[in-house]
């Protein structure tokens, strides 16, 4: 009975395919992009690393861009691509990264043992904060090598396999470097490190990257900044943006700031003895405050402060600068200060080339201290900021800038 189900199931796949219009899957590549929004650096980019999913896990991680569905339930069609991707593949399990730009629906596929593995929470969020960021700004190729990454560390994390990881540089959108939107597990077919087979290649079982602040906090950081600063120490703390939506861990290391009663040269040179173990669990060491300084400069650095004391996580000692609210006068005019300057940047061309989403997001961070001014609270998400600043959505930087500007 098996063997005819099998055939019975081969055969509907075939039949609905042809009746109703399924993407046939590419003969050479794991992504069906339509309106071709994805560079082609980042479509060989994404397919080498499915190839290597797919050798060592059996999971193919396969992405649909599509332009319109028509009056298809676009839940159900891209389910039902992925059970024919799948078939087709003859693979156990299967990811399918499905995207249509006209009913504006992103949204993850997982069948076989992908299903098994993978928790639907945890994707829901990754498409959240992966996804709707980069294409907001209609980076669509970013958005889907982020979270192609993302979904790489989720299956081998979830199958228990040991593996080196290590940022690499990996095509943007507009055709530079970064570092990389994820963690490299095909570079040579080698940086996969199963087991055995990890240790045959020198690779270091152990090593994996602080992917979380969760596990930052359960590592053994903490203490290493106790033992390193002992009493000098006052707070050791993840900050800023590191801990808004749209952050990405496998492109990014967790910035540690630090506020410590003497830091002096002297003293910030002891934490530099671990800089290769930082490297290594996915950590940079950021600023190292002083009760002195922080009062010296509250005035000057009032959208620094502001951020830190709202969005913050302490990873020993006090949190930092608790209750602490910014002079509104004096938050606006280095506000307004800093707008000014990137709209100089931007009219007579930054000496450094930067995109179009990297001025996005430095003003956004700034636009938060203006929502402070004028609501009194600390914004919770980037939509709520958004929505005070509507300008901000459109294409054009300086314009938005300008009308900023024009309303204070």
């Avoid at 590419?26 to 499915?50: G, I």
């Avoid at 602080?210 to 930052?216: F, P």
Wanted: hydrophobic share 40%; aromatic share 10%; proline share 4%.
């Amino acid at each position: 009975m098996i063997p005819h189900a099998k055939i019975l199931s081969a055969f509907f796949l075939v039949f609905y395919s042809a009746t109703f219009g399924l993407p046939t899957r590419p003969e050479k590549s794991h992504v069906y992009d339509e309106n071709r929004l994805v560079s082609a650096q980042q479509l060989e980019f994404f397919d080498r690393l499915s190839d290597e999913v797919a050798k060592e896990t059996g999971i193919s991680i396969d992405a649909v861009l599509l332009d319109d569905t028509g009056e298809r339930d676009v839940a159900q069609y891209a389910s039902d691509i992925a059970d024919k991707w799948q078939a087709d593949a003859g693979v156990k399990g299967e990811v399918l990264i499905f995207v249509v730009q006209k009913q504006r629906r992103k949204l993850v596929v997982t069948k076989g043992t992908a299903s098994e593995i993978l928790d639907r929470v945890s994707i829901r969020k990754a498409e959240q904060d992966l996804l709707v960021p980069s294409f907001r700004m209609e980076h669509y190729g970013d958005g889907i090598l982020s979270l192609a990454g993302w979904l790489t560390f989720a299956i081998s994390d979830s199958t228990g396999k040991k593996f080196d990881i290590d940022m690499q540089e990996q095509p943007s959108e507009e055709g530079l470097t970064i570092r990389g939107w994820i963690f490299i597990a095909a570079v040579f077919g080698l940086l996969i490190a199963f087991g055995s087979k990890g240790r045959r290649f020198g690779f270091f079982d152990n090593m994996k990257k602080l992917l979380s602040v969760r596990e930052v906090e359960n590592s053994q950081w903490p203490k290493i900044f106790e033992d390193t600063f002992g009493d000098n120490l006052i707070s050791a703390f993840i900050s800023g943006k590191c801990l808004t939506e749209g952050f990405d861990a496998l492109a990014k290391p967790w910035t540690v700031n630090f506020i410590l009663k003497d830091n002096s040269s002297e003293e910030v040179a002891k934490i530099h003895v671990h800089d290769k173990r930082a490297r290594r669990d996915n950590i940079e060491f950021g600023h190292f405050y002083s009760p002195a300084e922080i009062v010296r400069t509250l005035d000057t650095n009032a959208l620094e402060y502001l951020h830190i004391a709202n969005r913050n996580a302490p990873l020993c000692g006090i949190k930092p600068l608790d209750g602490f609210e910014p002079r509104k006068d004096a938050l606006k005019s280095e506000c307004e200060h800093k707008l000014r300057n990137i709209l100089e940047q931007l009219q007579k061309g930054p000496a450094k080339k930067v995109s179009q989403k990297e001025t996005f997001e430095e003003i956004l961070f700034i636009l938060y201290g203006m929502s402070f001014i004028q609501t009194g609270t600390y914004p919770e998400t980037h939509q709520q900021v958004l929505d005070l600043f509507p300008s901000l959505s459109g294409k054009d930087p300086a314009d938005a800038i300008k009308t900023i500007l024009n309303a204070f």
